[in-house]
């Protein structure tokens, strides 16, 4: 018996034999009923197409001014880059550091990650790094859900200060799409794509075994 045959339950540690599934099936745990996971292959399709989404929003959003700012009477529209370096100016690094992790750095690793995986998996294959990048993903998703609460500080501070005025153009409304689409893709579990992976041939490790072989 194989060790990628066997499962875990989150719930309670029963260790169990992995069935496979077939679409729209669910493997649980006998023991305490806990959901053990899902059959992905449909979810799959739909969660690669929100997170290249997502990612074309965010660049949007990204790339169209979202506040006016006011420095010495001279009035002028800037992106979300743009004001946090205004932020910076006015010796408020940490809230422009904070902002950036959670608004930017964090969405995009998360989003990159997730589209380093999701493609070659689609594509029948295991990517190279593939375990490191998952738990890399798990370690920033935290963060990168508070990105609304931060944009909201942002706007706060920036109002507080009274250096700038939202305008409500395509960059916000991209943000409030992304923030929608965001809600979608961390509603993935990317646990499943170790399952779906299980299924899959490792490139490296074949051509080793061929290697062995001849
Ligand atoms: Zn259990």
Same mark, same amino acid.
């Given at each position: 018996?194989?060790?990628?045959?066997?499962?875990?339950?989150?719930?309670?540690?029963?260790?169990?034999?992995?069935? +496979?599934? #077939?679409?729209?099936? =669910?493997?649980?745990?006998?023991?305490?009923?806990?959901?053990?996971?899902?059959? =992905?292959?449909?979810?799959?399709? +739909?969660?690669?197409?929100? @997170?290249?989404?997502?990612? !074309?929003? %965010?660049?949007?959003? /990204?790339?169209?001014?979202?506040? $006016?700012?006011?420095?010495?009477?001279?009035?002028?529209?800037?992106?979300?880059?743009?004001?946090?370096?205004?932020?910076? #100016?006015?010796?408020? $690094? &940490?809230?422009?550091?904070?902002?950036?992790?959670? @608004?930017?750095? %964090?969405?995009? @690793?998360e989003?990159?990650?997730?589209?380093?995986?999701?493609?070659? &998996?689609?594509?029948?294959?295991?990517?190279? *790094? %593939?375990?490191?990048?998952?738990?890399?993903i /798990?370690?920033?998703r935290p963060?990168g859900m508070?990105?609304?609460?931060?944009?909201? !500080?942002?706007?706060?501070?920036?109002?507080?200060?009274?250096?700038?005025?939202?305008?409500?153009?395509?960059?916000? %409304?991209?943000? *409030?799409?992304?923030?929608?689409m965001f809600a979608v893709v961390v509603m993935f579990d990317p646990?499943?794509?170790?399952?779906?992976?299980?299924?899959?041939?490792?490139?490296?490790?074949?051509? /080793?075994?061929?290697?062995?072989?001849?």
């Amino acid at each position: 018996m194989k060790r990628t045959d066997l499962i875990a339950c989150h719930e309670c540690d029963a260790l169990l034999h992995k069935p +496979r599934l #077939s679409k729209k099936m =669910s493997a649980r745990c006998p023991r305490c009923g806990a959901t053990l996971y899902r059959s =992905s292959s449909i979810h799959l399709e +739909r969660i690669c197409a929100v @997170t290249l989404g997502a990612l !074309i929003t %965010f660049l949007i959003a /990204q790339s169209f001014p979202i506040v $006016e700012l006011e420095i010495n009477g001279i009035t002028s529209k800037t992106t979300l880059i743009g004001a946090l370096a205004a932020l910076w #100016s006015e010796n408020m $690094e &940490i809230v422009a550091i904070v902002v950036f992790c959670s @608004t930017i750095l %964090f969405p995009l @690793t998360e989003l990159l990650a997730l589209l380093y995986v999701l493609i070659p &998996i689609r594509a029948g294959f295991v990517p190279p *790094g %593939f375990n490191r990048v998952l738990r890399a993903i /798990q370690f920033v998703r935290p963060w990168g859900m508070i990105e609304v609460l931060m944009l909201g !500080i942002l706007i706060t501070v920036v109002k507080m200060l009274s250096l700038a005025r939202v305008i409500p153009e395509a960059s916000l %409304f991209a943000f *409030g799409a992304l923030t929608l689409m965001f809600a979608v893709v961390v509603m993935f579990d990317p646990r499943t794509l170790w399952d779906i992976a299980d299924t899959l041939p490792r490139r490296r490790a074949l051509e /080793q075994s061929a290697r062995h072989t001849s």
